[in-house]
């Protein structure tokens, strides 16, 4: 068990709609990443949270958003799903705001699939 | 553009025996590789992770080595066990260390036969 809590653990919904993950960080973690790990596309980092500003941004779709709470857990909303929006979703949390070695401690996962 | 390329994709060895998987890198400048290991369903969990002076590291059974020169590291798993069965992925860093500098490998997927 690495600390970080994802909730829900699965999701199924329809084309067109909005769902939100939410993710708890180890505690004394202040950066939050979120991931996307389809089976064509491996890992993929969308985007880094520290202290509740945005830090990093990776492949994130303008359909996808994030924020962190100011008790540092973080949601990731994701809307007008489509097909191809299913995957398994990663939240990760680490100590620091910039990795260098820092290690990242990866949640559970939430399994969405659009159908 | 920066890629991570793993291989074997997948792997099949007996309970016992050894195995050495490998990921070559283009990220430049370079920061750091870590290798993950990923049971099916589940988070990935940090095996290594290795800087530019770092030329071998080790977890209990996994060996990770890197080569900076060539952009090649390896991942040796020394009397294999069935729970080492994973996929295990390799990820390159930018230097800068930030998140979106990330490049993540597709994997090798590791099957441990009794």
């Known amino acids: 068990d690495s600390g970080v809590t994802q909730t829900p653990k699965h999701l199924i919904t329809a084309t067109g709609q909005r769902v939100t993950l939410r993710c708890s960080p180890r505690s004394g973690d202040l950066s939050v990443y979120w991931y996307q790990q389809s089976l064509d596309q491996g890992l993929q980092f969308l985007i880094q949270y520290y202290n509740g500003e945005e830090r990093a941004k990776g492949n994130i779709l303008e359909r996808f958003s994030a924020q962190q709470f100011p008790d540092l857990h973080s949601e990731l909303n994701l809307s007008s799903l489509e097909l191809g929006d299913s995957a398994l979703y990663f939240c990760?949390?680490?100590?620091?705001?910039?990795?260098?070695?820092?290690?990242?401690?990866f949640g559970p996962g939430t399994r969405l699939t659009v159908l | 553009k920066n890629q991570v390329e793993q291989s074997p994709q997948s792997l099949i060895i007996l309970e016992g025996k050894n195995c050495t998987l490998q990921c070559n890198y283009t990220v430049s400048p370079f920061s750091n590789l870590r290798w993950y290991k990923q049971d099916t369903g589940r988070g990935p969990v940090s095996l290594t992770i290795m800087t530019f002076s770092e030329n071998t590291k080790s977890n209990g059974r996994y060996t990770a080595t890197l080569d900076a020169d060539t952009k090649q590291s390896s991942l040796h798993i020394t009397a294999s066990q069935l729970s080492d069965s994973a996929s295990y992925i390799c990820v390159v860093s930018e230097s800068g260390g930030g998140a979106d500098g990330l490049t993540f490998g597709k994997g090798t997927h590791l099957i441990i036969q009794p």
């Open positions: 990760a949390s680490s100590v620091v705001s910039v990795m260098r070695t820092d290690t990242q401690y």
